[in-house]
C-alpha cells in the first residue's frame, strides 16, 4: 500500500467517524430521527470505500453497499459476513434523504441500522489495524 493510498482510506475512515459520533449525538435524544439511518448508511458506505481505497482499489461511485462489498469481498472475503447489514443500510440511503415520501422509522429500525453500522465499522479498523 502507498502513502497516498492510506492516506486517501484514513481521509474516508476519519469522514465515517465523524458521521458515527454525530449519529451516536442523535440516538440520545428523545425523538430519533431518520437522518441516524442515513448517517449509519453512510458510516458503512466510507468504511467501505476506505478499506477499497486502503488496498489502493478505486471505488466506485455508488452508494449500492452490497456492490462496494462485492469488491471488498475480492480483497478479503471474510467480509461476506457482513452482507446481511449491507443489505439492510443501503435502503436507507434514497429513503430518509427527501420528504414527501420519508417513512415513519420506528426506534428499533433505527437502532438496527446503527448497530450494522458499527459491526461494519469495527470488522473493517480490526481488519485494517491487523495489516
Known amino acids: 500500500m502507498g502513502d497516498n493510498a492510506k492516506i486517501l482510506a484514513t481521509e474516508w475512515?476519519?469522514?465515517?467517524?465523524s458521521d458515527f459520533l454525530y449519529a451516536e449525538i442523535g440516538l440520545k435524544e428523545d425523538f430519533i430521527f431518520p437522518q441516524v439511518a442515513f448517517l449509519s448508511q453512510q458510516i458503512a458506505?466510507?468504511?467501505?470505500?476506505?478499506?477499497l481505497l486502503f488496498h489502493s482499489v478505486q471505488p466506485s461511485r455508488?452508494?449500492?453497499l452490497p456492490k462496494l462489498l462485492d469488491?471488498?469481498?475480492?480483497i478479503q472475503p471474510e467480509m461476506?459476513?457482513?452482507?446481511d447489514s449491507c443489505e439492510l443500510l443501503t435502503g436507507f440511503y434514497i429513503d430518509t434523504r427527501y420528504p414527501p415520501s420519508i417513512p415513519d422509522y420506528t426506534?428499533?429500525?433505527?437502532?438496527e441500522a446503527f448497530?450494522?453500522?458499527?459491526?461494519?465499522k469495527k470488522?473493517?479498523?480490526?481488519?485494517?489495524?491487523s495489516l
Open 80 to 83: 461476506e459476513k457482513l452482507r
Open 123 to 129: 470488522f473493517i479498523e480490526s481488519s485494517v489495524q
Open 107 to 111: 426506534k428499533n429500525e433505527i437502532l
Open 13 to 17: 475512515f476519519n469522514s465515517a467517524n
Open 45 to 51: 458506505e466510507k468504511f467501505l470505500k476506505g478499506f
Open 62 to 64: 455508488i452508494h449500492d
Open 115 to 120: 448497530e450494522s453500522a458499527k459491526l461494519i
Open 71 to 74: 469488491e471488498c469481498a475480492k
